[in-house]
């Protein structure tokens, strides 16, 4: 027999409701033959609030030489706001964009409706972009045949769902590959594999092809190990408006605090810093660097309780166990729940499971384990299991 007790994990990114944190965007790149009286702009994104996102800007600056630039600001047809500097000389330079952020994890009680037409101000949303090819066979097969019901809300949760399942997150050396590239809808469809933009690539093919608005967001996260880039979705509901969700962390009609929010955009390949110069002049930059976050503070979410028993479970075959999860806010929410795997030894038939409730209402979600152990009749095997949510 196994005995095993669940212990609360110290920090996983689903479980985090509040942040406050200091980040630092940087970059870095070089500019050769320009000439005297001519220049080279340089754009990237910069923080900007948002109904879940207060900013308070400590440094936006470019040096280059011994010289310092201060930007000016701009914004793009989305609205998003980027930096914008100036540069009149040759050599190295180095950017950095630092503020202190709060992030608030929105869970609006949504209403569910049939889907049906949209304001005109967000049809570009609806439609097909260079990554998201959402009028595709491939994509309209899919879509048609994984998404049957006309409820916004199930749609949405099983496109996140489905997504977060079907893709397998690339890791070693799939992942510098996948990082470094943006991969359209339809390669992770064909290839079952990626990184956060083919997750949400995908995703929103689903969803435009379904008829929902669907932007791309993108910003800065933490996966459990490390902060880094990341990508996730917003899908427009017709009396809420933008709702974030992100097939990559499970987690539809909302994001954990997280998410760092520095734009969004009909296509992903939007998002991409650039400069403008003049002929005959060479500029190289880097801005996908990873971002430095130093956390202030964290909350976690109290919008759900996990209540367990510990358990013993019989070797060598398939164990259930059973976890209680209670709605504690005033309206509809699908709670998604992960198993942190603590041991090879251990087989599960799924780690990432979620359930819908009611306001105030439980609910029982049930995973299967097989611990793949041969114990003589005196021994006992001892651990733990944690699970997040």
Same mark, same amino acid.
């Not at 943006?182 to 379904?210: H, T, W, Y």
């Not at 427009?236 to 987690?251: A, K, L, M, V």
């Given at each position: ?18 942040? +406050? ?6 970059? /870095?790149? =070089?500019?050769?033959? $320009?000439?005297?009286? &001519?220049?080279? !702009? ?90 998201? +090819? ?6 309209? /097969?899919? =879509?048609?045949?994984? $998404?049957?019901?006309? &409820?916004?809300? !199930? ?108 734009? &969004? ?111 003589? &009749? ?12």
């Amino acid at each position: 027999l196994l005995g095993f007790s669940f212990a609360a994990e110290t920090f996983y990114p689903t479980t985090i409701g509040d942040l +406050e944190a200091e980040v630092k965007l940087h970059g /870095t790149g =070089t500019i050769s033959n $320009l000439k005297i009286g &001519s220049n080279v !702009t340089f754009e990237t994104l910069t923080f900007q609030e948002s109904e879940y996102q207060k900013i308070e800007i400590i440094k936006e600056v470019l040096t280059i030489n011994e010289t310092t630039i201060y930007p000016e600001h701009i914004f793009d047809e989305f609205g998003n706001k980027y930096v914008k500097f100036t540069i009149e000389e040759n050599g190295a330079f180095e950017y950095e964009l630092i503020a202190n952020v709060k992030t608030t994890a929105l869970l609006k009680e949504l209403s569910d409706y049939e889907i049906n037409g949209y304001p005109e101000s967000v049809e570009i949303f609806s439609k097909e972009s260079p990554t998201v +090819e959402s009028s595709s066979n491939e994509i309209l /097969t899919v =879509t048609s045949n994984k $998404l049957t019901s006309t &409820s916004f809300l !199930t749609s949405l949760n099983e496109t996140i769902f489905w997504v977060n399942e079907y893709v397998e997150y690339a890791s070693g050396k799939d992942f510098q590959i996948y990082y470094l590239l943006q991969k359209s809808a339809i390669d992770p469809l064909l290839s079952k594999k990626g990184v956060c933009d083919e997750f949400a690539n995908l995703a929103a093919a689903m969803l435009r092809a379904k008829g929902i608005p669907t932007r791309l967001a993108i910003g800065v996260t933490f996966d459990g190990k490390e902060w880094g880039n990341h990508a996730w979705l917003e899908v427009y509901h017709n009396q809420s408006g933008w709702i974030p969700s992100d097939p990559t962390f499970r987690e539809p009609g909302f994001v954990d605090a997280t998410h760092i929010k520095l734009g &969004s955009f009909n296509d992903v390949s939007k998002s991409l810093a650039k400069a403008v110069y003049p002929q005959g002049t060479d500029v190289l930059f880097q801005a996908q660097t990873l971002p430095q976050i130093k956390i202030i503070e964290k909350k976690y979410f109290k919008h759900a309780n996990l209540v367990w028993e510990p358990k013993q479970l019989k070797t060598e075959q398939w164990n259930e166990i059973s976890i209680e999860i209670t709605n504690n806010t005033s309206g509809y929410l699908t709670i998604p729940v992960k198993i942190k795997e603590n041991y090879d030894e251990l087989l599960f038939d799924t780690k990432t499971k979620s359930i819908s409730l009611k306001s105030g209402k439980s609910g029982i979600i049930t995973f299967k384990i097989y611990p793949n152990i041969a114990l003589k &009749s005196s021994e006992i095997a001892t651990g733990s299991l944690t699970f997040n949510s």
